[in-house]
């Protein structure tokens, strides 16, 4: 039995950064520096994973509470 496997939804940067409250330059620095991870669907498209974001904030919102 093979269970059904949502895809996963995937942002351009744009739409994350608008997602963060961020700019688009601040949020290409959190790329570059390794804190969101980035799914290269072609050299010129660059998407993130809805989860990948989710997991970042969790993380910024766990991290902010010590």
Request: charged share 25%.
């Amino acid at each position: 039995m093979n269970p059904r496997v949502e895809p996963e939804y995937l942002l351009t940067f744009a739409e994350a950064a608008r997602r963060l409250a961020v700019s688009l330059r601040q949020f290409r620095r959190l790329v570059d520096s390794g804190k969101i991870p980035v799914a290269r669907v072609s050299e010129r498209a660059p998407r993130i994973r809805a989860s990948d974001l989710g997991a970042y904030v969790n993380g910024v919102m766990v991290g902010s509470k010590s």
